[in-house]
Structure formats: structure tokens, C-alpha cells
């Protein structure tokens, strides 16, 4: 099975920063980091940053600026470094990709969320 963790959620100051990694683990033949998501209580999952198969990054427009999208193919990891961080920047922060994974005989590609890693702002 494929596991995606995150890390690197916290409590932080307004005008702070963090740095959030979400690792894959498992039979991984190939790691496409797809992107990180967000959701703040009440609201729906919204995107906040997103990578396209050589092409560029997209960002939501409250985080331009101000979040880093960026992926290490070798250690199967993407993250998002957080800067200037504001206190509607608070939510639940979700990673998501698409794997293929070695089962058995098969090639086996899904699409896979991580458990999401508290992100909490101060003001």
C-alpha cells in the first residue's frame, strides 16, 4: 500500500513561517506530487498551490507571493514553505499525488491524500 505522510504543522505567529512535507511510502514506482490542498472549519477544501507536468506551478491568489510549491522526485516529497503566514492562513493542510505502485505483476496508479496537518495562525 501507499501511505502519504504529512509534517510540519503547528501554531505560529502572525508574519511567521512554516515548512510542510508530505512524504511517500511504499511500493512506489512513481510519484507524481499533484499538489496541497486546504480546508478551514466550515469551509470546503480549496486549493492552495498546485504543480503541472513541466509546466508551471498555480497558486490560489490569497497565497501568491507568499507560499513555495516545490518536490523532490528522489525522496518521493513535496512541500509548501509558508511565509508571511496570516491568521486566515489557519486550516487543515492536505497533500495530494498520484502513484503507481508495484503490486504483485501489476503496475497499479492511484490518486492519494495525505491525513492532513494542522496549520494554526495567531494574530
Not at 501507499?2 to 512513481?30: D, P, Y
Amino acid at each position: 500500500q501507499v501511505q502519504l505522510v504529512e509534517s510540519g504543522g503547528g501554531l505560529v505567529q502572525a508574519g511567521g513561517s512554516l515548512r510542510l512535507s508530505c512524504a511517500a511510502s511504499g511500493s512506489i514506482v512513481r510519484f507524481n506530487a499533484k499538489g496541497w490542498y486546504r480546508q478551514a472549519p466550515g469551509k470546503e477544501r480549496e486549493l492552495v498551490a498546485a504543480l503541472t507536468a513541466g509546466g508551471p506551478t498555480n497558486y490560489a491568489d490569497s497565497v501568491k507571493g507568499r507560499f513555495t510549491i516545490s518536490r523532490d522526485n528522489a525522496k518521493n516529497t513535496v512541500y509548501l514553505q509558508m511565509n508571511s503566514l496570516k491568521p486566515e492562513d489557519t486550516a487543515v493542510y492536505y497533500c495530494n499525488a498520484e502513484v503507481t505502485r508495484y503490486s504483485g505483476s501489476l503496475y497499479v496508479t492511484g490518486d492519494y491524500w495525505g491525513q492532513g496537518t494542522q496549520v494554526t495562525v495567531s494574530s
